[in-house]
T-cell receptor, first 109, second 109 residues
Framework: NAGVTQTPKFQVLKTGQSMTLQCAQD?????MYWYRQDPGMGLRLIYY???????DKGEVPNGYNVSRLNKREFSLRLESAAPSQTSVYFC????????FGSGTRLTVV | EDQVTQSPEALRLQEGESSSLNCSYT??????LFWYRQDPGKGPEFLFT?????EEKEKERLKATLTKKESFLHITAPKPEDSATYLC??????????WGAGTKLIIKP
């Protein structure tokens, strides 16, 4: 099925560990996004990529880096995880409306 | 400051009991207002986009309306399968989305 695929679905990290969240879309969309979702708050934009080869900071970029590997793939990297980064992370792509992946639930202990 | 506020935070209804969810916003240069549905453990799923005051959109038991300051999502004769969290987002003049925290809707049989 066409859509946005995120891996992994669940992850537990120790403080200071690093990891990369993977995202791929097969809809040929130009724009891709990384959001985090925390209880009682709206989705907050971490980074986005308006097109292949470009990336820009969103509202909460500190502690994260991204790579737009090609038109399909947009990865999010945590270099040194902190408990404040415990959250649910969503990748989305856009052409008109936004299409979201099913999320990665990350716990940093 | 651009802001989106959704109310109520949670709403419990009996099956067949119609009601409305509210999304009030302040944004400079509204490009559009989006409604999404989010089921537990899933990413948001697109419902509607509204672009100008007075506009209305319908889909099955859902109807979205827009004024200059707020949007309503009307649910007519809901069924248990309508239970979900409903998210509202506004797109600002830079085409970025500002999200509300959502309304959790529970429909009891």
């Amino acid at each position: 099925n066409a859509g946005v695929t995120q891996t992994p679905k669940f992850q537990v990290l120790k403080t200071g560990q690093s990891m990369t969240l993977q995202c791929a879309q097969d809809m040929n969309h130009n724009s891709m996004y990384w959001y985090r979702q925390d209880p009682g708050m709206g989705l907050r934009l971490i980074y986005y990529s308006a097109s292949e080869g470009t990336t820009d900071k969103g509202e909460v970029p500190n502690g994260y880096n991204v790579s737009r590997l090609n038109k399909r793939e947009f990865s999010l990297r945590l270099e040194s995880a902190a408990p404040s980064q415990t959250s649910v992370y969503f990748c989305a792509s856009r052409q008109g409306g936004y299409t979201f992946g099913s999320g990665t639930r990350l716990t940093v202990v | 400051e651009d802001q989106v506020t959704q109310s109520p935070e949670a709403l419990r209804l009996q099956e067949g009991e119609s009601s409305s969810l509210n999304c009030s916003y302040t944004v400079s240069g509204l490009r559009g207002l989006f409604w999404y549905r989010q089921d537990p453990g899933k990413g948001p799923e697109f419902l509607f986009t509204l672009y100008s005051a007075g506009e209305e959109k319908e889909k099955e038991r859902l109807k979205a309306t827009l004024t200059k300051k707020e949007s309503f999502l009307h649910i007519t004769a809901p069924k248990p399968e309508d239970s979900a969290t409903y998210l509202c987002a506004v797109q600002d003049s830079n085409y970025q989305l500002i999200w509300g925290a959502g309304t959790k809707l529970i429909i009891k049989p």
